[in-house]
């Protein structure tokens, strides 16, 4: 981890790689507004608003990474589990259903993370590709103009020559 934050810093790139506290604290804050919006939404969609969690998820991905998004699944299925099925307020599974709902909660949370971490690592490959291109290009453009430099010094040097 320290050589991918000493690579970054070095390219520039601070935003690559995510602090700490950002890439910790993201998932509590998502999860806890989108606890607040199932909260609102249970009432009337029942399981179906659990996956109000699964957008925190994804925005956990997108913007502090894999481990970011998988606190976030963790924690949105300790919190589908204590808040909203029975019994309430514990942490035990007495119909097979929910557990079922859990695993595939997970399941699909760990899924989404997997993919947009690999959507991520994309991106900035892409970025550094870019980078590098850019790079290069600017090389290539002085050395094309080094060479038409020196090709319009020989032509006049030549003509020089022949006006003789």
């Not at 090389?139 to 040097?157: G, I, W």
Request: some cysteine; aromatic content about 8%.
């Amino acid at each position: 981890m320290r050589d991918k934050v000493a690579r970054a810093a070095r390219e520039g790139n601070t935003h690559a790689v995510p602090q700490a506290p950002w890439r910790y604290g993201l998932p509590m804050v998502a999860v806890a507004v989108a606890f607040a919006l199932v909260r609102v939404l249970h009432p009337v969609l029942d399981a179906a608003a659990y996956m109000v969690f699964l957008a925190a998820v994804m925005v956990c991905a997108v913007f502090a990474g894999l481990r970011a998004a998988l606190v976030a699944t963790g924690l949105a299925v300790l919190a589908i589990d204590f808040f909203f099925l029975v019994p309430i307020h514990s942490l035990a599974l007495l119909a097979r259903t929910d557990a079922l709902v859990l695993l595939v909660f997970g399941g699909v949370g760990l899924l989404t993370s997997a993919l947009a971490e690999y959507l991520r690592r994309g991106r900035q490959r892409s970025e550094e590709d870019a980078r590098r291109a850019a790079g290069l290009a600017e090389h290539f453009q002085r050395e094309a103009d080094e060479l038409t430099r020196d090709v319009d010094a020989m032509d006049a040097l030549l003509k020089g020559r022949r006006g003789r």
